[in-house]
T-cell receptor
Framework: SQQGEEDPQALSIQEGENATMNCSYK?????LQWYRQNSGRGLVHLIL?????REKHSGRLRVTLDTSKKSSSLLITASRAADTASYFC????????????FGKGTKLSVIP | ETGVTQTPRHLVMGMTNKKSLKCEQH?????MYWYKQSAKKPLELMFV???????ENNSVPSRFSPECPNSSHLFLHLHTLQPEDSALYLC????????????FGPGTRLTVT
């Protein structure tokens, strides 16, 4: 069953603006991860946030996690054309799980 | 991007052909994964290997056959595929299987004619 679902499915912004993507999931987790994928290529890991953390930063990325609402958000500040990609959240299945489950992704377009 | 390599990058095969996809990781990881990515569908996990042992097989048809001879190499053997198997096949690795960050290869774009 699908665990993470991103929202919106597609987002188009001007360069310099901030982009916010959301992810909702269904079951308990140990951690939640965000990945980026440029068109037709492999995914690149961006950031991992543990279930006992509420917020995490990495460069222009800010991730929040609300386990009570089973949701996370990814904020990209001061976006650049190079940020154009699809962004996926991935959740583990809690204790004893061997796999990550990915959502359908948000397709971000940053217009120069 | 050179941490996980995949060959070939593109493959066109007929439904009666037999071919293999290869994945190699140079990161010293102990877990490797095969994923299928089709248009408009979430990334689908196919197989998981942890310390060379298969730990997950997510109801994948038998026309896909994985092989993991050691922790650095992973193969996906393909035979009598269907057109709906056309997709991007991604290999990934992680320290061990579980909720660890995964490192992906560039993928093999497979077209079944």
């Amino acid at each position: 069953s699908q665990q993470g679902e991103e929202d919106p499915q597609a987002l188009s912004i001007q360069e310099g603006e901030n982009a916010t993507m959301n992810c909702s999931y269904k079951t308990s987790i140990n951690n939640l991860q965000w990945y980026r994928q440029n068109s037709g290529r492999g995914l690149v890991h961006l950031i991992l946030i543990r279930s006992n953390e509420r917020e995490k930063h990495s460069g222009r990325l800010r991730v929040t996690l609300d386990t009570s609402k089973k949701s996370s958000s990814l904020l990209i500040t001061a976006s650049r054309a190079a940020d154009t990609a699809s962004y996926f959240c991935a959740t583990d299945g809690g204790a004893g799980s061997y796999q990550l489950t990915f959502g359908k992704g948000t397709k971000l377009s940053v217009i120069p | 991007e050179t941490g996980v390599t995949q060959t070939p990058r593109h493959l066109v095969m007929g439904m009666t052909n037999k071919k293999s996809l290869k994945c190699e990781q140079h990161l010293g990881h102990n877990a490797m994964y095969w994923y299928k990515q089709s248009a408009k569908k979430p990334l689908e996990l196919m197989f998981v290997y942890n310390f060379k042992e298969q730990t997950e097989n997510n109801s994948v048809p038998s026309r896909f056959s994985p092989e993991c001879p050691n922790s650095s190499h992973l193969f996906l053997h393909l035979h009598t595929l269907q057109p709906e198997d056309s997709a991007l096949y991604l290999c990934a690795s992680s320290q061990v299987a579980g909720g660890y960050e995964q490192y992906f290869g560039p993928g093999t774009r497979l077209t079944v004619t």
